[in-house]
Nanobody, 119 residues
Framework: QVQLVESGGGLVQAGGSLRLSCAAS????????MGWFRQAPGKEREFVAR????????SYADSVKGRFTISRDNAKNTVYLQMNSLKPEDTAVYYC????????????WGQGTQVTVSS
């Protein structure tokens, strides 16, 4: 059974930084894509970033490009989201998720971690 556990959320002032972690377990993840999503109150969940586990290819939403960096540690089966220059509009619950590389549907989701950016 795949399990994803996020951590690292919190309260930060605008312009500050946070690093989110997503610890993955239950299988090997070669052939999978790890993604970060977020959902703000009253809004739909939106894509933030993703990384291909094998090879490390990355992709970002335009709203976070240049400020957020997704990375992974194969030995620790952990994916990170380094968030810099945070803005109040980045406030949301952040979720990590995993899908197979040949599909677009994310199969497994973590429980989420709250990020709050104060102005």
């Amino acid at each position: 059974q795949v399990q994803l556990v996020e951590s690292g959320g919190g309260l930060v002032q605008a312009g500050g930084s946070l690093r989110l972690s997503c610890a993955a377990s239950g299988r090997t993840f070669s052939g999978y894509v790890m993604g970060w999503f977020r959902q703000a109150p009253g809004k739909e969940r939106e894509f933030v970033a993703r990384i291909v586990w094998s090879g490390g290819s990355t992709s970002y939403a335009d709203s976070v490009k240049g400020r957020f960096t997704i990375s992974r540690d194969n030995a620790k089966n952990t994916v990170y989201l380094q968030m810099n220059s945070l803005k109040p509009e980045d406030t949301a619950v952040y979720y990590c998720a995993v899908r197979r590389t040949f599909t677009q549907t994310y199969e497994y989701w973590g429980q989420g971690t709250q990020v709050t950016v104060s102005s």
